[in-house]
């Protein structure tokens, strides 16, 4: 699998409900729930959605350091055969995505990689009252912390690298994969995640369409709620999604949350 960005984020979370989630999504849950695979199937089929071609909208909240808002993802797979390329850094990577945030309070937040480049575009954050965009030239990437912390706004990735590690006190039994049926996803597989030694569990439920691409996610445990929930899908991304949202006038961007 190609080389991924990692993302460190400290979350405090609640339960909330599924129904709320699938309700958004247009999704009617089945009682009980249907089994329909194992979990290394469902890990397998959200591996090969993360690396396809797609653009996907989802309204969040409190999804990591992104407050409410929206993040609209693009991603372009690797051609077979290419070279994973190697910057100055020694770093390497064929990834190319990005991504834009547009938080409900006016902040902006845009990343794009560009396999071992990547450039920014932001705007000031409340309560400053400079919200005028600036965005930035392609730099080479250093794999710091920094660095690192942008890459949470890729969604899918991100969720499926959480899933990939999750905590060994959590369970994903095949009992828990089950179906759903959305208006406008068609035909969903599902997962729930409980968390067996905690005097306040987490729990998380992810649900991807028959591409295998992320519809919708909760994380959540008494003392918060993550909800992630596609709003808008497309198979076919272009060039347009991996260029800045104004010219670029500065070097480098490293985006604050």
Excluded at 130 to 155: D, I, K, M, T
């Amino acid at each position: 699998m190609k080389s991924r960005l990692l993302a460190s984020s400290v979350l405090s979370v609640v339960i909330i409900a599924v129904s709320l989630t699938l309700l958004v999504t247009g999704v009617t849950e089945a009682a009980p729930p249907r089994r329909v695979s194992n979990a290394a199937q469902f890990v397998k089929l959200m591996k090969r959605g993360v690396n396809s071609a797609y653009v996907a909208t989802y309204e969040v909240s409190n999804y990591a350091f992104f407050l409410r808002g929206s993040i609209t993802v693009a991603n372009l797979p690797p051609r077979p055969g290419t070279k994973v390329p190697v910057n100055v850094n020694d770093y390497s990577s064929d990834l190319e995505t990005s991504y834009i945030y547009r938080g409900k309070n006016g902040h902006v937040v845009q990343w794009i990689q560009d396999e071992t480049r990547v450039s920014a575009c932001v705007n000031g954050l409340p309560p400053s009252s400079n919200f005028n965009l600036e965005c930035s030239r392609p730099f080479q990437y250093v794999p710091s912390n920094g660095f690192l912390e942008e890459g949470v706004g890729f969604v899918p990735e991100y969720v499926e690298q959480n899933f990939d590690q999750f905590n060994p006190t959590f369970v994903a039994k095949s009992s828990s994969v089950f179906s759903e049926t959305s208006q406008r996803f068609g035909k969903l597989q599902c997962i729930r995640q409980v968390q067996t030694k905690a005097k306040d569990p987490e729990r998380e439920t992810t649900c991807l369409n028959r591409k295998g691409l992320l519809v919708s996610w909760t994380l959540g445990n008494p003392g918060g709620s993550v909800r992630v929930v596609i709003t808008n899908l497309s198979l076919h991304p272009t060039k347009r999604n991996f260029i800045t949202l104004k010219e670029p006038t500065r070097a480098m961007i490293l985006p604050p949350f």
